[in-house]
């Protein structure tokens, strides 16, 4: 008496299993679902993030930059710089061999995950440093707050 044996399976070559990766890597990517960027930023400075004594300091490397140049607005939880740095072609110059600074536009959000007060928000430019000072909110967890009860008496 013989035993039934299941067919075999094709094996799958190196090129078909490369392939199948790849396709579940764009899936993977496709799936992600990235914060809306600003698609017309060309390069993207440097941005450090710390809290000292109560107060979130966003610093940010704006080398060259005026505060004519930059604009820094906070909106729903989001810090939002951005700026633009314009070509700088010194005189007499007919073309670059090198040139490493970024040039163009720029923006860079910061989610802010802590209450900060923007009524004494601070925003400082020196030595191509922006340093942004936002004081934060005091916790209001577990503080109580006592609601009136407005009573209306039964209707005579």
Known sequence: MS???KAARPQLTSLALLQ??????????ASI???????SSEWCPSVDVFERAGKL??????AGLGPDTLRVVCRERELTISGERKERRPPGIA??????RPLGRFSRTV?????????????????????ITLPRLKDR????????????????
Do not use: H, Y
């Not at 679902?33 to 698609?39: H, T």
């Open 57 to 62: 300091v966003v610093v940010v490397e704006v």
């Open 95 to 100: 073309a670059f061999l090198c040139m490493e």
């Open 20 to 29: 199948r990766e790849v396709n579940q890597i764009f899936e993977r990517l």
């Open 3 to 5: 035993i039934p044996r």
């Open 141 to 156: 967890r577990g503080r109580e707050t006592v609601i009136p009860i407005a009573w209306e008496g039964p209707a005579s």
């Open 111 to 131: 989610p802010l995950d802590v209450a900060v007060d923007l009524k004494l928000a601070e925003a400082r430019l020196a030595s191509g440093l922006l340093t």
């Open 33 to 39: 679902e990235s914060p809306a960027a600003d698609l």
